[in-house]
């Protein structure tokens, strides 16, 4: 339960940080849906590093969540350092 509860977390931090600043729509998930109609709505670059950042944190979050019925492994661990790594780094991009 607890690895289910780090990774709801890890998705909302993510979420929380790209909506701390005004966007014409916020970010309503991770899912590559979602990401796609929130580049829209606000036009930003495709290829801009925040969203090179987003789609890198769905990216860890999706393999968090497919390996959740697994015993943790390094792997597992190793992904989940990279996404609050990620949540950094969004961070520092959010304030420029």
Known sequence: MSEFNSRIE?????????NSIPWLEELFGLSSKAIQRWIAANRVDPSSPIVQLI???????????????????????????????IASALELQMRF
Do not use: C, G, H, T
Not at 10 to 18: F, K, L, P, Y
């Open 10 to 18: 890890a998705q909302r931090r993510i979420v929380q940080i790209v």
């Open 55 to 85: 789609k890198r944190a769905a990216a860890e979050l999706f393999f968090l969540a497919d390996q959740s019925q697994d015993q943790i492994s390094a792997e597992y661990i190793s992904a989940a350092e990279r996404v609050a790594e």
